[in-house]
């Protein structure tokens, strides 16, 4: 893909709907200055009573050195709320610190509608404390997780303070997508290729952040009640030191042509890419994973080494959720260029919910 080509992705709009109250379906480049899903009009907006269970939101980052890996996430589902961290040692291959919680729509939980600048997302419980911000002209998200030996259930706490520095980084990628089924409409933004600072503490041992890379997620929407989908999240460096980024996704925001979270951040680009196809053995998700697209630019395996895991049967509501970590081995084609992925660090997730 030539610079030219690049330049074709659009900007993000400055909302998600249109002043007719349609959605803005497309793939674009830059941030959402905020997530305004009630200025969507008629058929395209669920009736007030409806709002409470269709309306998701949650909020992920990611960030890894050569030698530790980090993660967590808050969710809001309406009418409850969760979040969960996660560290791994990636030199010895074991987790450091894993981590959930479940709590009650309210004060515990806060996560606003605005995705990049301005963004404001945590999870408080007793023991326990994740959240990511960034200030409206911040070029840089903070991050702090702190729980509690009580809550780690071991004689270590865990504690991350760290930073994801924007200025300078490639520019984030706006998907806005309908949903099938007996949803409306979707929207995510990711950013990616983001280099990161600060220190981590989990398992009794003691890390630096400084040179390691890192990306986030934000995706709100009406959605399906029966939502699934597969999904694959890595941030490293290639061998010449190049911070890369990579974002696939099947069976989620992929019902409209135009609508397509795939892509790649290289250095301080966004590359698009095609759809992609995830092989794996659900039986067995520490087995090799094959993550390709349908124009064969992307082949790559995933070999994980552990699973964070969260099972809830309700009756009602339905959650499985695995994600492996592990590293990305392979080769993607962008901008005319065969790049060799090596020890990438970086997520799958295989996802099934009735919520």
């Known amino acids: 893909m030539t610079p030219e080509r690049e330049a074709l992705l659009p900007l993000a709009p400055a909302s998600v709907a249109t002043s007719q109250g349609e959605p803005r379906f497309g793939t674009y480049q830059g941030e959402l200055p905020e997530v305004d899903l009630p200025k969507l009009l008629g058929r395209w907006a669920p009736a007030r009573a409806t709002r409470l269970l269709k309306r998701k939101r949650w909020h992920y980052t990611f960030v890894a050195t050569p030698e530790v890996a980090a993660l967590f996430a808050v969710v809001d589902l309406g009418y409850s709320s969760s979040a969960f961290a996660v560290a791994l040692d990636l030199a010895a291959r074991k987790p450091l610190c894993d981590v959930s919680f479940l709590g009650a ?51 270590n706490t865990f504690q991350w303070a ?9 520019p984030a990628l706006t998907v806005i997508a309908p949903v099938q089924g007996d949803g409306l409409v979707n929207v995510t933004m990711k950013r990616n290729g983001l280099l990161s600072f600060g220190s981590l503490e989990a398992g009794g041992k003691r890390f630096r952040l400084d040179g390691g890379v890192g990306g986030i997620d934000y995706t709100q929407g009406y959605l399906a009640r029966h939502t699934a989908w597969r999904w ?62 349908v124009d064969g630019a992307v082949d790559l395996r995933f070999q994980p080494f552990y699973v964070h895991r969260e099972e809830r049967n309700l009756r009602l509501i339905i959650s499985h959720f695995a994600q492996p970590v592990g590293f990305f081995e392979g080769t993607v084609t962008v901008g005319g260029q065969t790049l060799q992925l090596s020890n990438v660090p970086g997520v799958t997730e295989d996802q099934d919910m009735l919520w």
């Open 232 to 293: 694959a999240f890595a941030a490293g460096r290639l061998a010449d030191g190049t911070p890369v980024g990579l974002n696939l996704v099947e069976g989620f925001n992929e019902s409209n042509t135009e609508a397509n979270e795939n892509a790649l951040w290289l250095g301080d680009r966004l590359y698009p890419l095609a759809r992609a196809r995830f092989e794996y053995d659900t039986k067995d998700l520490l087995a090799p994973w094959r993550l390709t697209t």
């Open 105 to 155: 729509p309210g004060p515990m939980l806060s996560l606003g509608d605005k995705p990049g600048a301005g963004l404001s997302a945590s999870f408080r419980t007793l023991g326990g404390k994740l959240a990511i911000r960034r200030g409206e002209t911040d070029e840089r998200y903070q991050v702090e997780v702190d729980v509690s030996r009580v809550r780690t259930g071991s004689l």
């Open 162 to 170: 760290g930073e994801l520095l924007v200025a300078g980084g490639p």
